[in-house]
């Protein structure tokens, strides 16, 4: 590959924005990864995702051509003065070259600087792109589809993602300085000696060569590191979550050992992808101050009436030869740092192998997941009550041999209470995700007035576990409806009933509660859960165990509440309470999975 | 000073690969001084060529000084490689072992505080906190020697040419390090809004994606979204504005770097013929290029400083790690402290149970009264069952028991011990409270069972479900799903209780742990646990009266009400 080649490439990497090109294709090598098309498409999504930033990084390329050519001038007026110092004389024009030397470097400095910013500006707009679809695919992601880790997706926003903003910010600006600037320089090199112009450009090769060969390995290394990532995510996470139960357990010893295991293993793993990326830019200085020490050679023969070859010239003059010499080193330094970006390039990568299959998965699969999910009415049927059907439902999970559900066949016309009774473990919270489109069946149809019921809106939940979010009691009434006003709010809580539980609690409706509704007990929870689901407009609702942790008195208190809140609703109801079932309108019992009338 | 090394000097003595960051430093050094003697001999070399080509006079070796330009290229070149490496390989090492460290001593909360912390926010503080740290190693420690070395030889070298050199150069890097503070004074405020703000940011992603069912049920998916699309781009502000404070710096150092050279020049190309020879100037004039260069990487000291102590003080915050007292715990003597708690022995399978004594006991929650109990006992051995509405204070009763209420007041004995006062290897090996809504972890059903006994034979884990009366619904191969989403709400209650049971503990607590059971099934295992533990004291709090009333194996019932005994 010839060096105009190399920069032709590295120019279209920041201009080709249709990105039909990849950019990352620049020297060959390490694409034949074994991930080849998973590795493709990332490329690919790569390329596309630059659009928001693209003028940032071509101004910030601009800028370190304007730095290149502050350079420039800086180094001729300082090899002006010096060599009139070697004269024995006052340079003609004294000031004129001082206020070069001032001029040029202020100039480099602050269009260094300027660069810099834009550079920052424009991958905080791409970063800002990719991130706002990541957040929608993951909160609005298809809850009956299979998801990552909380801990996985969490570092995929937090973590993996600035790894693509780093990658622009290093690389969409250094692949047009690596075009640009050594152009300049060899512009400015050649008028003071050819030779050196040269000498420089039949170096530029080398730094394609050094890719490849040590980007190599990186592309693997680097997506054994992303995975890693994920992989320390999810586990300090959930042992986090889970530390109170391990402490009871005398298990925490145990548990932080496996956190330090997987905390080392990706230090070792990152410090394997930053050794390549080392050994690729010490191959490349090498090279380059190889370069330079020939040029200050060849100056220096030439200076001293050495050089008597064929078509060599026999004389240099000496502000020439002392400006190639202080120029040589920035002919180098872009692709320096363009080598550098090329591993962070790897690094993003693997980080948009993670981050892609998530973004897309919304967009593609699921684009009706996600007009539902956007409309401000919400994901659950708001509509005239539906029928459910279910016909032949089976429904297994992964890692167990026998099947939650067996062929259910099952109608609840619209309106009517479903209670289904059995004993625990028999399938009974499965069918009531079934029904309401929570869970898809693995075999069989679950139909809400027809429509697969995993595919549109579904039944309104109040389950076994509610998941109340930090913040206050009044925030987590109002969840999805910020403009709830006072009365109606205060009319669920009577209705839930959970004016006791405000009485007690320090600042009411005000009170300040912790994750997963910490300050609450069980039963106040599940009655917050309850007075939440008067505040929705649902007409189809799955209610499992609602009264599991509720004494007799207080079960006894809900019925009537319940009653109310389920009529002219199509429902589904689990328990263990006979008095609860009672609400229903008939009955069936589940045992292992199948029904029984 | 002293505040401002804190976390580089507290961090060291956990550097065991404090040889490995040493030999990285003295590549550092020899790097930046290859580079400055390579510049500078380069440029003395050119002139020295020039001034004897001009002046035709023999006696220039031109050989030795490109042999030794070589030489210093070559020595850079390798120099740099092992500083890379080394720093940063010795950094990684640090940071995995104090990510370890803060998970350890987050652990060791107490119960109220950690539960009232977000879990989102605890992992950024593990993950993100963790990370800026290593600034202080490699962006101002690592900088910091290679500056303070090139200038000590630079200056040094000037001083011989020209102490006016000397003299303009070292006080244009003092001006220029200044400036740099002066930046970087309101950089600890941005560093600490970007981190809260970051820390918020990941804990809200945390809930939205743990309550993604809920959002979606209340149609509030897309509010979520939006929040989080706001609170992570709110970021770039304070993040860009630190950036630019390093950018700067930057650029005051090149500035400053391009007025000392200008000023060499000048008053060099003065007194040039007076003395001076120009291939010194030369090579001064390299020299100041050199040191500046060194000094350039000290531009982002500053803010990299200001981000790392706002990491080092939010660590300590909230874990408390860091403390002098933290490896007291730590580091287990024989088994002893929370490192050593697999380790326990918990086959204490012949020892009687614990007998309970409370009197005077009282807790409060937000001030108002949660519990007030003038005198409770409970025989060594017994099965008490604990009952009342919901919200009467059972929970509280049992978390005192266990000695995990801290804001509890009063005389509280558990087979003659206090436990809140006891060590915790010793009370979970004593006291084992499995609490409403336990924890199960991703794995499979033999993986969690094993979080209790570590060192359980296969036959000891198919007991333990027998126990729960599980097997017949779940195996221990059975993969539970994350926090255990593939069992139902009862298996999971179960299998918690299973884990409780394994731990053979002298009291055994159990929060509703026959929550989402059937009657039958739940009097099985209460008398299957009662059967199997025949000597254990166990107290269950289980509000359903009939399965309260119609164990046979109960053998005192403890009513609560407004928490008070009734």
């Known amino acids: ?32 990864a074994p991930a080849g098309t998973r590795s493709s498409a990332a490329r690919r999504w790569l390329a596309a995702s630059r659009g928001p930033g693209r003028r940032f990084f071509l101004a910030a390329g601009v800028g370190d051509l304007i730095a290149a050519l502050g350079t420039i001038l800086a180094c001729w007026n300082m090899a002006a003065l010096i060599v009139a110092a070697v004269d024995g004389r006052r340079p003609s024009d004294l000031t004129g070259a001082v206020g070069g030397v001032l001029i040029g470097g202020v ?71 690596a075009g640009a600037v050594p152009i300049a320089i060899e512009v400015a090199v050649f008028p003071a000696s050819w030779v050196v112009g040269l000498l420089l450009l039949f170096s530029m090769p080398i730094v394609p060569l050094n890719m490849a060969v040590t980007g190599l390995g990186a592309a693997e290394l680097s997506r054994r590191q992303m995975t890693q990532i994920s992989e320390l995510s999810s586990q300090v996470l959930e042992r986090l979550q889970a530390t109170s139960s391990l402490r009871a357990l005398g298990a925490i010893g145990h548990q932080r050992r496996v956190v330090e295991r997987a905390a080392n293993e990706l230090a070792r793993r990152t410090a394997k992808v930053l050794r390549v990326a080392f050994l690729a ?75 892609q299959p998530l973004t897309e998965a919304l967009s593609e699969d699921s684009s009706q997941t996600r007009v539902a999910a956007s409309t401000a009415a919400g994901s659950v049927w708001t509509g005239p009550p539906p029928e459910v059907r279910l016909d032949g439902v089976t429904v297994r999970f992964a890692g167990r041999s026998w099947p939650a559900l ?35 069946p693995t075999e069989g149809s679950a139909l809400l007035d027809g429509r697969p019921s995993a595919d549109g809106p579904r039944a309104l939940q109040i389950g076994q576990r509610p998941y109340l979010f930090a913040g206050t009691v009044a925030l987590k009434l109002a969840l999805g409806q910020p403009e709830l006003s006072p009365e109606r709010m205060w009319e669920a809580i009577e209705s839930a009933p959970l004016s006791e539980v405000l009485r007690r609690l320090p600042d009411g409706l005000d009170t300040m509660l912790g994750e997963r509704g910490w300050g609450l ?63 229903s309108d008939y009955v069936v019992e589940l045992e292992e999975g199948t029904v029984h009338a | 000073m002293l505040e401002v090394t804190a976390p580089v000097a507290t961090m060291m003595p956990m550097a065991r690969p404090g040889r490995r960051l040493t030999l990285g430093l003295l590549y550092a050094v020899i790097a930046a001084l290859a580079s400055a003697g390579l510049i500078g001999l380069a440029g003395w070399f050119i002139v020295r060529c020039a001034q004897t080509g001009l002046s035709s006079t023999s006696g220039f070796s031109w050989l030795y000084p490109s042999a030794g330009v070589e030489a210093l290229a070559l020595t ?35 119960i109220g505080r950690l539960r009232a912390l977000r879990s989102g926010d605890l992992l950024d503080r593990i993950q993100a906190d963790v990370d800026t740290l290593d600034r202080a190693v490699l962006a101002v420690a690592v900088p910091g020697v290679v500056c303070t070395a090139v200038a000590a030889g630079g200056l040094t070298v000037l001083a011989i040419v020209r102490p006016f050199f000397a003299v303009a150069a070292g006080l244009m890097l003092l001006l220029v390090l200044a400036v740099d503070l002066i930046l970087s004074r309101g950089s600890r405020l941005l560093a600490q809004r970007l981190a809260q703000e970051r820390s918020q940011a990941r804990a809200r992603l945390v809930e939205a994606l743990d309550g993604r069912a809920e959002l979606a049920s209340f149609g509030a998916s897309q509010l979520a979204a939006d929040e989080l699309r706001h609170r992570f781009d709110a970021l770039d502000t304070p993040r860009k504005r630190l950036t630019a404070r390093e950018g700067a710096g930057e650029a005051i150092t090149a500035v400053g770097a391009s007025v000392t050279l200008a000023a060499i020049l000048a008053s060099g190309a003065g007194v040039v013929g007076h003395g001076l020879d120009p291939a010194i100037l030369a090579l001064a004039v390299l020299l100041a290029a050199a040191l500046f260069e060194a000094a350039r990487g000290l531009g982002s000291a500053g803010q990299a400083l200001a981000q790392a102590r706002t990491a080092w003080q939010r660590l300590r915050e909230v874990t408390g790690f860091g403390r002098r007292d933290w490896t ?171 884990q409780g049971y394994l731990r053979h503990p002298r009291l055994l607590l159990l929060d509703e742990p026959t929550e989402g059971l059937d009657t039958a099934t739940a009097l099985r295992v209460l008398a299957n646990l009662r059967a199997a533990l025949p000597k254990t004291t166990i107290v269950a709090a289980i509000h359903d009266r009939n399965q309260a009333n119609l164990s046979a194996s109960v053998e005192q019932v403890i009513r609560l009400n407004d928490g008070r005994l009734s």
């Open chain 1, 1 to 32: 590959m010839t060096s105009d080649a190399m920069t032709s490439d590295a120019m279209t990497a920041t201009l080709d924005l249709a990105g039909d090109r990849p950019p990352l294709a620049v020297p060959g090598g390490a694409e034949a």
């Open chain 1, 107 to 177: 100039v480099a400095a602050f269009a260094l600087f300027a660069a810099n910013r834009l550079a920052t500006a424009g991958a905080a707009r791409v970063e800002s792109a990719l991130r706002s679809d990541l957040i929608d695919a993951l909160v609005l992601a298809d809850p009956a589809g299979s998801s990552p880790s909380t801990g996985a997706a969490a570092a995929a926003v937090a973590e993996q993602l600035p790894h693509l903003g780093e990658y622009f910010r290093g690389y969409a600006r250094a692949a047009f300085a």
């Open chain 1, 281 to 355: 830019s010490t191959a490349l200085e090498w090279v380059s101050t190889f370069a330079i020490g020939v040029v200050a050679m060849y100056t220096g023969a030439t200076l001293l009436g050495y050089v008597h070859a064929p078509l060599l010239p026999t004389h240099i003059g000496a502000q020439q030869a002392v400006f190639v010499l202080l120029l040589a080193p920035e002919f180098f330094l872009p692709l320096r740092r363009f080598a550098a970006a090329y591993h962070q390039g790897q690094e993003a990568i693997a980080a948009a192998e993670v981050l």
């Open chain 1, 406 to 440: 067996r062929a259910v066949d099952l109608r609840i016309a619209p309106g009517r209470v479903f209670g289904v009774a059995g004993p625990s473990g028999a399938g009974k919270s499965t069918l009531l995700r079934v029904a309401g489109g929570w869970q898809r």
């Open chain 1, 521 to 583: 007990s069980g039963g106040e929870a599940q009655r917050l859960a309850i007075a939440r689901a008067f505040l929705s407009s649902a007409t189809l609702l799955i209610v499992d165990e609602p009264t599991a942790h509720l004494d007799g008195d207080t079960e006894q208190s809900l019925l009537e509440p319940l009653r109310r809140l389920l009529s002219g609703r199509t429902a589904l109801i689990a328990s263990h309470s006979d008095r609860v079932l009672a609400i």
């Open chain 2, 76 to 110: 850079r070149t390798a120099a740099r490689y092992g500083e890379r490496v080394s720093t940063h390989r010795s950094t990684l090492d640090l940071l995995a072992r104090v990510r370890g460290r803060v998970f350890a001593s987050a652990t060791r909360l107490p």
């Open chain 2, 328 to 498: 007291d715990e730590d580091q287990p003597a024989g088994g002893a402290g929370v490192g050593g708690g697999a380790n326990v022995d918990v086959d204490a399978d012949q020892s009687l149970g614990a007998e309970v004594e409370l009197t005077d006991v009282s807790a409060r929650y937000g001030g108002s009264p949660v519990l007030e109990i003038p005198r409770l006992e409970i025989p060594p051995g017994a099965f008490a069952v604990l009952t009342g509405p919901s919200g009467a204070g059972k929970s509280t009763l049992l978390a005192v028991m266990a000695g995990e209420f801290p804001g509890g007041r009063g005389r509280v004995r558990i087979g003659g011990l206090d436990p809140s006062a006891i060590s915790y290897a010793q009370r979970v090996a004593e006291v084992t409270l499995i609490e409403q809504d336990a924890s199960i972890l991703t794995g499979t059903v033999a993986d969690n069972l094993r979080l209790a006994r570590p060192n359980a034979t296969l036959a000891e884990l198919q007991d333990a479900l027998r126990v729960a009366a599980l097997d017949t619904s779940i195996q221990l191969s059975t993969e539970v799903g994350p926090a255990g989403d593939y069992l139902s709400g009862g298996q999971r209650r179960r299998l918690t209780v299973a």
